[in-house]
C-alpha cells in the first residue's frame, strides 16, 4: 500500500511539473521597461530591465498605427511592428501587434512562421485570402476568405500567409503573444540565406534543376516588416 502511494505521490509530480513548463512563466513584478544596456538594470527575458523608479509612459507608448504604408514593393505589402523594440514596456509581458498594408491586386505577406507566438489576425480593410499548413505529416492547408471585421488565427510555429485578391487596398492588424514574436519569411530564409545554403541541399530538397536553385539564390528576397 505504502509503495502505491509512493507511486501515485511521483505520478501527480511529474503530471504538475509537465503543467509547469506548457507555457512561460508568469512575470513576478509589474513590468520590466527593456534598456539596451546593464547599467542600473538586471537582465531579464533576452533584455536589460530599468529601474521601475526610472519608468515613464513613453516605455508603453506607440504612435502611427493610423498612417498607411507605401507597398511599392516586389511582394506588395508592408508590416508596420510594435513590438518590444518599438515599446520597451512590453518586455516579459508576452504580447506585440503589426499593423500590415497590402497592395491592390495581389498585395502578398509572404509564407512566414512566428517561432515564439500565435497570432490573431482582424481585418479592417479590404478582401485577404489567408491560410496555414499544418506540421508533417498531414501538411493539411487551412484557407479562408476574409472580409473587414473578420477574425483569423495563426498557430503558433506554422507557415501562414495573407494575400489580397481586391481591387483596392487592404489593412490588418494582428495581436502575437509574445513581445517578441520573431518571423522566418520562408523564400527570404532558404534561398536568401547568408551565406547561402549549398545548393546541392536544396536541389535535392526542392527536386529542382540546379540551374534554377542558383537563378533564386541569386535574387534579391525582400523583408516587408
Known amino acids: 500500500m505504502k509503495g502505491a502511494h509512493l507511486l501515485l505521490a511521483y505520478s501527480l ?4 511539473s509537465s503543467f509547469a513548463y506548457a507555457s512561460d512563466p508568469s512575470p513576478l ?9 546593464a547599467k ?13 523608479k526610472l519608468a515613464k509612459a513613453e ?13 511599392s514593393n516586389p511582394v506588395g505589402s508592408t508590416v508596420t511592428p510594435v513590438n518590444v523594440a518599438q ?14 498594408d497590402y497592395a491592390p491586386n495581389g498585395g502578398l505577406n509572404p509564407p512566414h512562421t512566428h517561432p515564439r507566438a500565435t497570432e490573431i ?14 506540421s508533417n505529416p498531414d501538411n493539411r ?48 530564409a532558404v534561398f536568401g540565406a547568408n551565406p547561402p545554403i549549398n545548393p546541392d541541399v536544396l536541389v535535392k530538397a526542392f527536386q529542382l534543376d540546379k540551374n534554377v536553385v542558383k537563378n533564386l539564390q541569386s535574387k ?4 516587408n516588416n
Do not use: M
Open 220 to 223: 534579391f528576397w525582400w523583408a
Open 87 to 100: 515599446i520597451p514596456g512590453l518586455n516579459t509581458l508576452g504580447i506585440s501587434l503589426v499593423r500590415i
Open 141 to 188: 492547408l487551412i484557407t479562408k476568405i476574409l472580409y473587414p471585421g473578420d477574425v483569423f488565427v495563426f498557430p503558433i510555429g506554422l507557415i501562414h500567409f495573407q494575400f489580397n485578391v481586391g481591387k483596392t487596398n487592404a489593412v490588418a492588424f494582428a495581436a502575437l503573444s509574445s513581445q517578441n514574436p520573431g518571423v522566418i519569411t520562408i523564400a527570404n
Open 29 to 37: 513584478q509589474d513590468f520590466c521597461v527593456a534598456v539596451n544596456d
Open 13 to 16: 509530480l511529474v503530471l504538475s
Open 40 to 52: 542600473d538594470g538586471v537582465f531579464v527575458n533576452g533584455k536589460f530591465c530599468k529601474d521601475p
Open 121 to 134: 489576425l482582424f481585418v479592417l480593410e479590404g478582401t485577404l485570402y489567408v491560410g496555414f499548413v499544418t
Open 59 to 71: 516605455d508603453f507608448f506607440f504612435s502611427g498605427l493610423n498612417i498607411p504604408r507605401n507597398t
